[in-house]
């Protein structure tokens, strides 16, 4: 925690806040609608078998 607060102080980082309908990586993690699947998955590269 005091790293990453230490390096945003510094401005060697810099956190932005992403949305969770911008979070790619939530279709692994949590329950969506089946369109928001379909979503994530098309621009994840991701298809069905």
Do not use: Q, W
């Not at 925690?1 to 993690?29: Q, S, V």
């Amino acid at each position: 925690y005091h790293f990453i607060r230490h390096a945003i102080e510094d401005g060697k980082i810099e956190i932005n806040y992403c949305p969770t309908e911008d979070m790619m990586a939530d279709i692994l993690t949590k329950a969506f609608p089946s369109a928001k699947v379909k979503h994530f998955a098309s621009v994840l590269g991701l298809r069905t078998a």
